[in-house]
């Protein structure tokens, strides 16, 4: 009887379980969807009893659709989106909605947090860099001020893998990558000193595991809810950046990986850095002998969408799931630079290259010969342009190559968009095999570790096998640098602009509500 990892990949939208047999490769997935809430401007919420109810949902699906003995579960393991705070008492009730991670409502807390001990510069000094309103160390003390109560009967704050294994194993936990997103001592792989200072109560944070300690085992009601057997171990697992570095076969010094979904991020894997610089964080690595330099552009496939939606709902309607061929044909009718239009993908604000709040979208230059076609194109360069941005302070500020790229998400299997990154970044594209799934494989590569079913971290690398490669064509060389460089020009020139229109606004509206 062949054994599985059952590993859930809980995204921005949607949970996926996936079925990962002890050689890394996938036997079946099941997904179910959760909503969104966006109570205020800025503010992203989502309920954690979703979460559950899909996790619940898709572990009974994947098993029993696919005729898998339940027993043939080996272990379970998470890995999820990062920096949800989550307040829950005593009994593990749920306080409060997620404060998810693009919500960025405490801006001010942000503020007052870097001036209570001593200013920008100084708390840079202490922290590694300085903070924002979508950090979780403002949030934290945004539910301090703003709902004391909720702060005050909160046992512990959890994230979202913190709160998935919780209800697993009854246990309330934080997982080392989980930490570091809150405030992580890379050195001491503890929680950072300098939270007390910022008015942190330290009790309210959980004790910490590694990625592949087993946590406990699955409990009664737990195994009558998901149909999984009591006592199956539940490993400490990772958030997803982490889990789809391993996932790519990125775990050794200086290798990078980008992942292009909802979100996208360029993650590197280094044993020595640990600083943050131009909205980059140095996180911890799923293998906790390795730190992560990670730069997350907050919106990346949801663009995409948007220009779907709101530009080809006919052709929507009429391809169904083969809009995005139809849109890669699309794009590739419009000349490379889409004719001097430029899009900055900044929706959601942005976390890197560059770090803000305030920051959103906007078409600049466009004229009487753009199409609707060419806004299409534009979207898809916008995000490259992003992520070329990442990549070239990566090189400056740490020094990594970043020459070969491997690329994981949904987005991958886009071709045009391959292409097109490939071409406005210069460098060599490397779709990852199975690329959807990259993340889950690398959370089962976690439990199997922790099982002794795997040695190390690097006896991973052979899990992931590449599907296509996309070299730059160095025709297009000219035009995307000039536009490049007319793109960073843009933030510098509006940042102030999108602060004086959408800051004070939405604070002011927040607060109203």
């Not at 996790?55 to 890995?79: K, L």
């Not at 599907?467 to 490049?484: G, I, K, Q």
Request: with cysteine; hydrophobic share 40%.
């Amino acid at each position: 009887m062949d054994r599985y990892i059952l590993a859930h990949d809980i995204g921005t939208s949607s949970d996926k379980a996936v079925l990962v047999r002890f050689d890394g490769s996938i036997r079946a997935t099941a997904s179910a969807p959760y909503p969104t809430y966006y109570p205020n401007p800025a503010w992203v919420e989502q309920d954690p009893a979703d979460y559950w109810k899909a996790v619940c949902e898709t572990s009974r699906r994947v098993v029993e659709d696919n005729g898998i003995p339940p027993e043939s579960i080996a272990g379970i393991v998470f890995s999820t989106q990062a920096q949800g705070v989550i307040p829950v008492d005593d009994a593990g009730k749920v306080l409060y909605p997620n404060i998810t991670w693009v919500d960025g409502r405490a801006e001010k807390q942000a503020q007052g947090i870097m001036k209570k001990l001593g200013g920008k510069r100084i708390f840079t000094m202490i922290a590694g860099t300085p903070i924002m309103g979508k950090d979780c160390i403002a949030k934290i003390i945004w539910l301090k001020q703003e709902r004391p109560e909720i702060y005050q009967n909160a046992r512990h704050i959890l994230d979202v893998n913190g709160y998935l294994k919780f209800r697993c194993t009854g246990r309330m936990v934080t997982e080392l990558s989980g930490a570091s997103s809150y405030g992580f001592d890379l050195k001491k792989k503890t929680w950072l000193s300098v939270l007390p200072m910022a008015g942190i109560d330290m009790e309210k944070l959980p004790p910490l595991v590694k990625s592949t300690d087993n946590v406990g085992g699955l409990t009664e009601q737990a195994a009558k809810e998901t149909g999984i057997p009591a006592g199956t171990p539940v490993f400490g697992g990772c958030d997803d950046v982490q889990a789809a570095a391993v996932g790519a076969g990125q775990q050794e010094d200086g290798d990078v990986h980008v992942y292009l979904g909802t979100s996208a991020w360029v993650a590197a894997s280094t044993r020595t850095k640990d600083t943050f610089k131009h909205g980059a964080a140095a996180i911890q690595s799923a293998d906790p002998e390795m730190n992560l330099i990670a730069g997350i552009t907050e919106s990346a496939g949801a663009n995409i969408e948007w220009i779907r939606d709101q530009f080809f709902r006919h052709e929507k309607e009429q391809y169904g799931s083969g809009v995005f061929n139809f849109m890669d044909d699309v794009i590739a009718t419009v000349p490379p630079g889409s004719d001097g239009l430029i899009c900055t993908p900044w929706m959601l604000g942005e976390r890197c290259p560059v770090s803000s709040t305030t920051t959103r979208a906007t078409l600049f230059n466009i004229s009487m010969v753009h199409t609707r076609e060419h806004l299409m194109r534009a979207v898809y360069e916008g995000i490259a342009y992003n992520i070329r941005w990442i990549l070239q302070n990566f090189k400056t500020d740490y020094g990594f190559a970043c020459e070969d790229i491997r690329i994981i998400g949904g987005g991958a299997l886009d071709k045009g968009w391959m292409q097109i990154l490939s071409d406005v970044t210069g460098r060599n594209i490397h779709v990852v095999e199975n690329p959807r799934n990259a993340g889950a494989v690398g959370a089962a590569v976690v439990a199997l570790i922790g099982l002794g079913e795997l040695p190390d971290f690097a006896s991973a690398k052979s899990f992931a096998r590449i599907s296509a490669t996309f070299r730059p064509n160095e025709a297009n060389n000219a035009v995307y640098d000039a536009l490049f460089g007319q793109y960073q020009q843009l933030y510098r020139s509006l940042s102030g602009v999108y602060k004086s229109a959408n800051g004070k606004r939405f604070t002011e509206e927040a607060e109203k509500k």
